[in-house]
C-alpha cells in the first residue's frame, strides 16, 4: 500500500482511533523507507512531539497534526530528491556515472553516513 493509501485511512472518522493510529504508523514506516531512515527513530520523535504512544487513544487533534507534520516532511525530501534527480541528469550528461559521495550524503543525510561505514 501506498503512503496516499494510508493517510487516508487514517484521516477516516469512521475507524477507530486505533486503526487509524496504525494506519498512522504505516505512513511513518512508507516515509522511513524513502527515507532510509530508522523507523523506531522516527516512531519515536512523532511519539514524543505528539504525545501518540500511551493507554488512552490519541485525540482526533493529535493525530491529525501529526500526520500533517509528517506529510510536511515528506513533501521537503520528495522536493531534495526532485533537485538531486535533476541536477544527478545534467551530470549524467556531461559523462559522470556515479553520484558524488557528498551529494548522497546531502539527501539522506546520517543514514547514508551509517550505511557507507557497515559496507
Excluded at 491529525?64 to 509528517?70: E, I, Q
Excluded at 556531461?94 to 557528498?102: E, F, I, K, L, T
Aim: glycine letters at 2%.
Amino acid at each position: 500500500m501506498s503512503f496516499h493509501w494510508y493517510a487516508r485511512k487514517s484521516r477516516n472518522p469512521q475507524l477507530t482511533i486505533f486503526t487509524r493510529r496504525a494506519a498512522f504508523y504505516s505512513c511513518i514506516s512508507s516515509y522511513c523507507w524513502l527515507t532510509e531512515q530508522s523507523f523506531t527513530h522516527v516512531r519515536a520523535t512523532f511519539i514524543d512531539r505528539f504525545t501518540l504512544e500511551g493507554d488512552r487513544a490519541p485525540s482526533e487533534q493529535q493525530l491529525a497534526a501529526a500526520l500533517a507534520a509528517l506529510e510536511v516532511e515528506r513533501h521537503l525530501f520528495l522536493e531534495r530528491l526532485r533537485v538531486f534527480d535533476r541536477r544527478r541528469i545534467r551530470q549524467k550528461l556531461r559523462g559522470q556515472r556515479r553520484p558524488r559521495s557528498a551529494d548522497v550524503q546531502a539527501l539522506y543525510g546520517q543514514s547514508y553516513a551509517r550505511k557507507m561505514r557497515l559496507s
